[in-house]
């Protein structure tokens, strides 16, 4: 019959088993002091980073302003767009009608039709009206 023992030490197999490892073959623990001063530099980082994003020059403020003046162009160079599409129009109306020619000299320069007669009405300012 064997015996769960060992011959040199006396310790049963089991037991032996739990034992720690050999010194040449045991975990290294890392200073906690480097742990903290790595979490505290990479929070410190990230902090940077976070601000740069939110009030720094390209950030998101300066986003938003970018995007409402791009919305505030659209709408110039839209009205701009219909602006130009009318005065095409009126030139070209200008270019092939006389028409366009003969409203625009009644309009601006005042002129008539030698068989017109021309009424011109002056309303009195509102002050003199009870005169």
Do not use: C
Not at 118 to 128: K, L
């Amino acid at each position: 019959m064997r015996s769960n023992t060992l011959p040199d030490s006396g310790v049963p197999e089991q037991a032996r088993a739990i034992e720690p490892p050999p010194p040449s073959v045991r975990l290294v623990r890392r200073d906690t002091r480097f742990t903290t001063i790595l979490i505290a530099s990479l929070a410190v980082l990230l902090a940077a980073l976070q601000y740069q994003l939110w009030h720094g020059r390209r950030g998101i403020g300066d986003l938003a302003e970018l995007h409402s003046a791009r919305d505030a162009q659209s709408l110039e160079n839209r009205r701009l767009r219909e602006r130009n599409r009318a005065l095409e129009a009126e030139v070209a109306d200008l270019k092939s009608g006389l028409q366009a020619i003969e409203e625009r000299a009644r309009t601006e320069m005042g002129m008539i039709r030698e068989d017109e007669v021309f009424y011109q009405i002056i309303e009195a300012p509102p002050g003199e009206a009870a005169k």
